[in-house]
Protein backbone atom coordinates (compact mmCIF):
# COMPACT_ATOMS: atom_id res chain seq x y z
CA UNK A 1 0.00 0.00 0.00
CA UNK A 2 1.23 3.66 -0.81
CA UNK A 3 0.93 6.37 2.70
CA UNK A 4 -1.74 7.87 0.57
CA UNK A 5 -5.09 8.56 2.84
CA UNK A 6 -8.65 6.98 2.06
CA UNK A 7 -10.92 9.95 2.26
CA UNK A 8 -13.63 10.04 4.82
CA UNK A 9 -16.11 10.61 2.00
CA UNK A 10 -14.86 7.14 0.34
CA UNK A 11 -14.48 5.34 3.22
CA UNK A 12 -18.61 6.22 4.05
CA UNK A 13 -19.38 5.04 0.74
CA UNK A 14 -17.38 1.72 1.70
CA UNK A 15 -18.69 1.29 4.96
CA UNK A 16 -23.00 2.34 3.16
CA UNK A 17 -22.09 -0.88 0.99
CA UNK A 18 -22.02 -3.04 4.01
CA UNK A 19 -24.72 -1.72 5.62
CA UNK A 20 -26.97 -3.00 2.31
CA UNK A 21 -25.89 -6.25 2.62
CA UNK A 22 -28.39 -8.74 2.67
CA UNK A 23 -28.63 -10.91 6.02
CA UNK A 24 -30.52 -13.83 7.36
CA UNK A 25 -34.42 -12.51 8.27
CA UNK A 26 -32.62 -8.82 7.87
CA UNK A 27 -31.10 -9.69 11.24
CA UNK A 28 -28.12 -7.13 10.39
CA UNK A 29 -25.53 -8.98 13.10
CA UNK A 30 -22.70 -6.85 12.76
CA UNK A 31 -21.24 -3.79 13.59
CA UNK A 32 -17.82 -2.11 11.63
CA UNK A 33 -15.35 -0.64 13.66
CA UNK A 34 -13.31 1.88 11.40
CA UNK A 35 -9.36 1.77 12.12
CA UNK A 36 -7.30 4.78 11.04
CA UNK A 37 -4.79 4.97 14.00
CA UNK A 38 -1.54 3.86 12.71
CA UNK A 39 -0.36 2.09 15.69
CA UNK A 40 -3.82 0.20 16.11
CA UNK A 41 -3.53 -0.67 12.62
CA UNK A 42 0.12 -2.13 12.63
CA UNK A 43 -0.92 -4.26 15.55
CA UNK A 44 -4.37 -5.66 14.02
CA UNK A 45 -1.49 -7.08 11.36
CA UNK A 46 0.57 -8.04 13.38
CA UNK A 47 -1.99 -10.61 14.64
CA UNK A 48 -3.36 -11.21 11.43
CA UNK A 49 -3.02 -14.58 9.45
CA UNK A 50 -0.95 -13.42 5.90
CA UNK A 51 -0.86 -9.79 6.98
CA UNK A 52 2.89 -9.30 5.64
CA UNK A 53 2.71 -5.84 3.91
CA UNK A 54 5.28 -3.59 2.53
CA UNK A 55 3.60 -0.58 3.89
CA UNK A 56 0.50 -1.04 6.82
CA UNK A 57 -2.87 -0.06 4.98
CA UNK A 58 -4.68 3.32 5.69
CA UNK A 59 -7.67 1.80 7.16
CA UNK A 60 -9.11 -1.50 8.37
CA UNK A 61 -12.92 -1.91 9.31
CA UNK A 62 -13.21 -4.38 12.06
CA UNK A 63 -16.42 -6.54 11.09
CA UNK A 64 -17.93 -7.72 14.04
CA UNK A 65 -20.31 -10.01 14.97
CA UNK A 66 -22.70 -9.11 17.95
CA UNK A 67 -23.32 -11.57 20.32
CA UNK A 68 -26.60 -10.45 21.30
CA UNK A 69 -27.90 -10.65 17.16
CA UNK A 70 -26.89 -14.67 17.59
CA UNK A 71 -29.53 -15.11 20.46
CA UNK A 72 -32.37 -13.28 18.37
CA UNK A 73 -31.82 -15.50 15.35
CA UNK A 74 -31.41 -18.74 17.27
CA UNK A 75 -35.12 -19.10 17.70
CA UNK A 76 -36.19 -18.51 14.11
CA UNK A 77 -33.54 -20.50 12.83
CA UNK A 78 -35.28 -23.64 14.73
CA UNK A 79 -32.13 -26.33 15.43
CA UNK A 80 -30.20 -24.78 12.19
CA UNK A 81 -26.42 -23.64 12.60
CA UNK A 82 -27.33 -20.15 13.39
CA UNK A 83 -23.59 -19.05 14.03
CA UNK A 84 -22.91 -20.43 10.39
CA UNK A 85 -25.62 -18.34 8.86
CA UNK A 86 -24.44 -15.06 10.94
CA UNK A 87 -20.96 -15.68 9.63
CA UNK A 88 -22.21 -16.06 6.27
CA UNK A 89 -23.95 -12.61 6.70
CA UNK A 90 -20.46 -11.15 7.78
CA UNK A 91 -18.66 -12.47 4.67
CA UNK A 92 -21.38 -10.46 2.56
CA UNK A 93 -20.92 -7.43 4.15
CA UNK A 94 -17.54 -8.13 3.36
CA UNK A 95 -17.60 -8.45 -0.01
CA UNK A 96 -19.76 -5.59 -0.14
CA UNK A 97 -17.31 -3.31 0.52
CA UNK A 98 -14.74 -5.02 -1.38
CA UNK A 99 -16.14 -4.21 -4.67
CA UNK A 100 -17.50 -1.20 -3.28
CA UNK A 101 -13.51 -0.06 -2.88
CA UNK A 102 -12.77 -1.23 -6.31
CA UNK A 103 -15.40 0.90 -7.59
CA UNK A 104 -13.63 3.42 -6.02
CA UNK A 105 -9.86 2.66 -6.80
CA UNK A 106 -9.36 1.21 -3.09
CA UNK A 107 -7.16 -1.70 -2.85
CA UNK A 108 -8.39 -4.41 -0.26
CA UNK A 109 -7.07 -7.45 1.64
CA UNK A 110 -9.30 -9.84 3.85
CA UNK A 111 -7.59 -10.86 7.22
CA UNK A 112 -8.25 -13.22 9.84
CA UNK A 113 -7.14 -12.38 13.58
CA UNK A 114 -5.07 -14.45 15.71
CA UNK A 115 -4.55 -12.38 18.95
CA UNK A 116 -5.85 -9.75 21.65
CA UNK A 117 -7.41 -7.65 18.92
CA UNK A 118 -10.51 -7.82 20.66
CA UNK A 119 -9.93 -5.97 23.95
CA UNK A 120 -7.85 -3.58 21.71
CA UNK A 121 -11.00 -2.69 19.72
CA UNK A 122 -13.05 -3.07 23.10
CA UNK A 123 -15.20 -6.12 22.45
CA UNK A 124 -16.79 -8.53 24.69
CA UNK A 125 -15.72 -11.72 25.26
CA UNK A 126 -18.86 -13.17 23.60
CA UNK A 127 -18.60 -11.14 20.36
CA UNK A 128 -16.64 -12.35 17.92
CA UNK A 129 -14.13 -10.81 15.12
CA UNK A 130 -14.15 -13.05 12.61
CA UNK A 131 -12.54 -10.65 9.51
CA UNK A 132 -10.97 -7.71 8.70
CA UNK A 133 -10.79 -5.87 5.50
CA UNK A 134 -7.87 -3.75 5.10
CA UNK A 135 -7.86 -0.91 2.86
CA UNK A 136 -5.48 1.33 1.17
CA UNK A 137 -3.98 2.63 -2.26
CA UNK A 138 -1.63 -0.54 -4.31
CA UNK A 139 1.63 0.85 -4.43
CA UNK A 140 2.71 0.66 -8.14
CA UNK A 141 5.32 -2.06 -9.17
CA UNK A 142 5.01 -3.60 -5.47
CA UNK A 143 5.39 -7.48 -5.60
CA UNK A 144 2.15 -9.02 -5.57
CA UNK A 145 1.93 -12.66 -5.12
CA UNK A 146 0.76 -14.75 -7.76
CA UNK A 147 -3.26 -15.04 -8.51
CA UNK A 148 -5.05 -17.66 -10.39
CA UNK A 149 -8.15 -19.77 -9.63
CA UNK A 150 -9.08 -23.32 -11.41
CA UNK A 151 -10.71 -23.56 -14.76
CA UNK A 152 -13.90 -23.20 -14.47
CA UNK A 153 -14.91 -26.55 -16.32
CA UNK A 154 -13.21 -27.97 -12.95
CA UNK A 155 -15.52 -26.43 -10.40
CA UNK A 156 -18.92 -26.28 -12.21
CA UNK A 157 -20.72 -29.49 -12.42
CA UNK A 158 -24.46 -29.79 -14.94
CA UNK A 159 -27.50 -31.28 -12.23
CA UNK A 160 -25.28 -33.63 -10.46
CA UNK A 161 -22.08 -33.07 -9.06
CA UNK A 162 -19.10 -34.51 -11.24
CA UNK A 163 -21.19 -34.07 -13.95
CA UNK A 164 -19.01 -32.35 -16.70
CA UNK A 165 -20.97 -31.32 -20.05
CA UNK A 166 -21.83 -27.68 -19.50
Known sequence: FTEEKITKDKLLKILEA?????????????????????KKIKQLISEANYGDFHEPPSAII???LRTKCLTEIRNELKGRD?????????AMAGLQMVLE???LGISSSFLTIDGGSK???GLSKEDFLPLILALGYEKKWAFQKGRFRKPLMDIVSHNLLDNNGF
Open 82 to 90: YLLENYMCI
Open 18 to 38: GRWAPSRINIQPWHFILVDDK
Open 62 to 64: ALV
Open 101 to 103: AHF
Open 119 to 121: KML
